[in-house]
């Protein structure tokens, strides 16, 4: 596993996964922004198949407005991006950007607080998810 991210597997199938996730962040405080249909993307711009594969991308008003404050830059890392994919043995992964190590590399201790907040609530959401 990548170093910029974390992960849990699903014991639902794609689509309930995808609202268990969407709830799951609400609960923690997240709105999800936008939905990005990988699946659908690549097939209507490529014609290629693609298993099922969704981007959210939450965002926790509190956090980011805080982290704008500090530096008004940091939009270009939000918001935290959700992956929801489904592997070739039908199985449901959940990956989430880890906000710690991203915010990073802005080397300020502030947003470093910040990205490990927001990654004790990812963490929460992917705890939730295994069922």
Do not use: W
């Not at 992956?83 to 990073?104: N, Y």
């Not at 300020?108 to 992917?126: F, N, T, W």
């Amino acid at each position: 596993m990548s170093s910029y991210v974390f992960s849990v597997q699903s014991p639902k199938g794609f689509e309930s996964t995808v609202q268990a996730v969407t709830e799951a962040l609400k609960q923690e405080g997240f709105g999800v922004l936008t939905t990005i249909d990988v699946q659908a993307t690549l097939k209507a711009k490529l014609g290629v198949e693609q298993r099922p594969y969704v981007i959210l991308g939450a965002c926790n008003p509190h956090f980011a407005h805080q982290a704008l404050q500090a530096d008004p830059d940091i939009g270009a890392l939000l918001p935290c991006n959700v992956v929801v994919r489904e592997e070739p043995d039908a199985t449901v992964h959940v990956v989430f950007m880890d906000p710690q190590a991203v915010l990073g590399i802005v080397a300020r201790a502030e947003i470093d607080s910040l990205g490990g907040e927001v990654r004790s609530k990812l963490q929460r959401v992917a705890e939730s998810l295994r069922g």
